[in-house]
């Protein structure tokens, strides 16, 4: 079963109304209570617009939700200055890298999920 398709994770396009794809995102389970957020991307003329966060909102939902995760991580790029913006305003904060030979490149970030929170 591929980890990000349910009940394994979650991959999420979004759809501008012309039908052309602007954004996407994908969690999967990384280990018993650790969900892991990846292949996270807007288009550049998205950015901005909430659709990033949106996104995310929405597997994190999932993580909580479907995977019964307490914890998510991700990593970006240590010079994507939008998507560490909006991880550190979503919440998470730097941790040290969980792949090993990722360091000296991406910056690591984890975020608790409460599990009774809602928030749709």
Same mark, same amino acid.
């Given at each position: 079963?591929?980890?990000?398709t349910?009940?394994?994770g979650?991959?999420l ?15 999967? $389970?990384?280990?018993? *209570?650790?969900?892991? +957020? =990846?292949?996270m991307?807007v %288009?550049p003329?998205?950015?901005?617009s909430? &659709?990033?966060?949106?996104?995310l ?6 993580? $909580?939700d479907?995977? *019964?995760?307490?914890? +998510? =991580?991700l990593?970006?790029? %240590? ?6 913006? &909006? ?10 890298s ?23």
């Open positions: 079963m591929d980890q990000h349910p009940p394994c979650l991959f396009i979004a759809w501008d109304q012309h039908g052309n794809p602007v954004g996407c995102g994908a969690v999967r $389970r990384l280990a018993h *209570s650790i969900a892991e +957020i =990846r292949k991307y %288009i003329a998205w950015r901005g909430g &659709l990033g966060r949106r996104l909102d929405e597997l994190e939902s999932f993580a $909580r479907e995977l *019964s995760a307490t914890t +998510i =991580r990593e970006t790029g %240590i010079h994507n200055n939008s998507a560490l913006r &909006l991880y550190d305003a979503a919440g998470y904060h730097p941790i040290d969980y792949v090993d030979g990722r360091a000296s490149f991406n910056a690591a970030r984890e975020k608790p999920l409460d599990v009774s929170e809602d928030q749709h």
